[in-house]
């Protein structure tokens, strides 16, 4: 696994680090506030179980399954709800977390979706962006790092559905996914 890995480009260090600056700010923005986090499976996993863990206020914990990407590394343009949230949305303060803002596709269409359930507000938390590739415009009120365009993997982020259970961020070799 560690042999497709060109080089890491956010350590386990540096992703704790940012983690708890994020959940430091969310917790004072959303203090009293009857806050629902919205981790989006399954990329989120990671950063929603390490965020969860440094928000210092009550808050609910839901998933939502989303599919945009199938099996390759290049997105498909389609959005489809695998499995929907628990909660009712509507009066509720809903925090979207995400692994990743590529294309702002699959975003631009879940915040339309929960807007239409009248959520008190609705914001998005993401660990990473990839601003060179965004088609629709789509905007982390909490944003870890902006990436370059590479693929990448490792902390919840996936390549065919591996590389997830990796400890960092690391960009793929090309010669992994290009064959
Ligand atoms: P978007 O709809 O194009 O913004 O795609 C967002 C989703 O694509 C993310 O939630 C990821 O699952 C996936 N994705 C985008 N870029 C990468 C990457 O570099 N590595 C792994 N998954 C990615
Ligand atoms: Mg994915």
Redesign the pocket.
């Known amino acids: 696994m560690e042999a497709d890995i060109k080089e890491v480009l956010i350590s386990e260090e540096e992703l704790k680090a940012k983690v708890k600056e994020l959940g430091a700010q969310i917790t004072k923005d959303y203090k009293g506030k009857d806050l629902l986090v919205l981790g989006?499976l399954k990329?989120?996993v990671m950063f929603m179980s390490d965020l969860l863990r440094e928000i210092k206020t009550p808050c609910y914990m839901d998933f939502m399954a989303v599919s945009?990407?199938g099996n390759s590394?290049e997105?498909s343009g389609i959005?489809k709800i695998i499995k929907d949230l628990d909660f009712e949305v509507k009066g509720k303060h809903v925090l979207i977390v995400?692994?990743?803002?590529?294309?702002?596709?699959?975003?631009?269409?879940l915040m339309k979706y929960l807007a239409a359930r009248n959520p008190e507000s609705l914001e998005i938390a993401s660990l990473?962006n990839?601003p060179e590739?965004r088609?629709?415009d789509?905007h982390a009120k909490y944003l870890g790092y902006d990436?370059p365009d590479?693929?990448?993997?490792g902390y919840g982020?996936?390549?065919s559905e591996r590389y997830r259970n990796l400890p960092y961020i690391g960009i793929?070799k090309e010669s992994v996914y290009k064959k």
């Open positions: 989006i990329g989120s945009s990407y590394s997105s959005v995400e692994d990743i803002i590529d294309s702002g596709v699959t975003l631009k269409y990473l990839k590739r088609k629709e789509v990436v590479e693929f990448l993997v982020l996936d390549y793929l």
